[in-house]
């Protein structure tokens, strides 16, 4: 999925779309060189930190531009994040839970990117700069 999404917006999304995947991308790399495999109990602090940086980075992103597929990437990422603070109060009952949101939360990040790309970005369908692929109300 994260090919996929990579070859998308590098053919079809701005600049703005390329820093979003380039900072997914880099935390999809990063997250299994941090990941602690010793026990599935244990706190997975170094991923919780890259998963904190793309929030931040994301949500930088949300507050600058007038996008809205940064706030529904933003706002997945930050499940992911909080799903990290849960499981350090009660590892062993979430554990399961744990990992499943927290590996399916990317790939909703990665939809929302797409979309954006598909509706916010007129060089995907060849219009005219500031015309909007779908009629999106946007205040």
């Given at each position: 999925m994260l090919a996929v999404t990579l070859i998308i917006v590098v053919r079809r999304g701005q600049p703005l779309?390329?820093?979003?995947?380039?900072?997914?991308?880099?935390?999809?790399?990063?997250?299994?060189?941090v990941e602690r495999r010793d026990s599935w109990y244990a706190p997975q602090l170094g991923i919780m930190a890259v998963d904190v940086a793309?929030?931040?980075?994301?949500t930088v992103i949300a507050f600058r531009y007038d996008r809205s597929w940064p706030i529904c990437a933003a706002g997945?990422?930050?499940?992911?994040?909080?799903?990290?603070?849960v499981f350090l109060i009660?590892?062993?009952?979430?554990?399961?839970?744990?990992?499943?949101?927290?590996?399916?939360?990317g790939y909703f990040v990665l939809g929302a990117l797409i979309g954006g790309?598909?509706?916010e970005c007129p060089s995907a369908f060849h219009l005219r700069r500031g015309q909007r692929a779908l009629?999106?109300?946007?205040p």
């Open positions: 779309e390329k820093a979003g995947i380039a900072m997914i991308a880099l935390a999809f790399l990063l997250t299994p060189l793309l929030l931040a980075g994301l997945f990422q930050s499940i992911a994040v909080m799903t990290h603070l009660n590892p062993p009952l979430l554990y399961r839970a744990f990992y499943y949101v927290n590996f399916s939360i790309v598909l509706i009629s999106v109300p946007w």
